[in-house]
């Protein structure tokens, strides 16, 4: 009768204000790259090139450069596990890559993953540490994982980032992964 009529255009009206009220809250607005001189940089590498590494521009590369990104944390959604346990694989391998003291592993997984440029934090050279960005796609033993990176001297990649150093760029750098390879490989054991 007429009470539902009225309840069910009472609920309807409160859900449209309601709707209005979150509308209102979405954050508009346009996020761009921290450092488009990056962006530029990886779209002017070979189309076939692989991009890996921890900069929140690389966010941006897939779209951007259309070139291959290794992973970026924007498309690291657990919404299939036939997709999201390999990018976890090669998450964790590339944080094992950049925390580690041994050549051998940064060049084998440089390879393994055909990797053309890494792109860290400048301050991931001096500091091994994985940035605040990306720390949530790894468990409780990350810092224990940094602070082993710490302590034992630079690691293989702040090694030798100077000689293969491709771009400085605002707070990344962008290293020639083949120098790298090489570089580890020439390394003394």
């Known amino acids: ?110 390879e393994r993953y055909r990797i053309d440029l890494l792109v860290v934090p400048r301050a991931m050279l001096a500091d091994p540490r994985i940035p605040r960005f990306y720390r949530g796609l790894f468990g409780p033993d990350l810092a224990a994982r940094e602070a082993a990176a710490a302590s034992g001297g630079p690691t293989a990649l702040a090694r030798f980032a100077s000689e293969c150093m491709a771009g400085s760029y605002s707070y990344d750098v962008a290293l020639q992964a083949g120098c790298l390879i090489g570089a580890a490989r020439a390394a003394p054991r």
């Open 1 to 110: 009768g007429r009470g539902r009529r009225a309840a069910v255009l009472g609920g309807a009206a409160l859900a449209a204000v309601l709707a209005l009220l979150l509308a209102t809250d979405v954050k508009r607005g346009f996020v761009a790259p921290a450092d488009p001189a990056l962006v530029a940089a990886i779209r002017a590498l070979p189309k076939d090139a692989v991009v890996a590494g921890f900069s929140d521009d690389l966010n941006f590369s897939p779209l951007l450069t259309n070139r291959s990104t290794l992973f970026n944390r924007e498309l690291a959604v657990g919404y299939h596990a036939g997709y999201f346990r390999p990018l976890m694989a090669r998450v964790n391998d590339l944080r094992d890559a950049v925390l580690t003291h041994d050549p051998a592993v940064l060049a084998g997984i440089l």
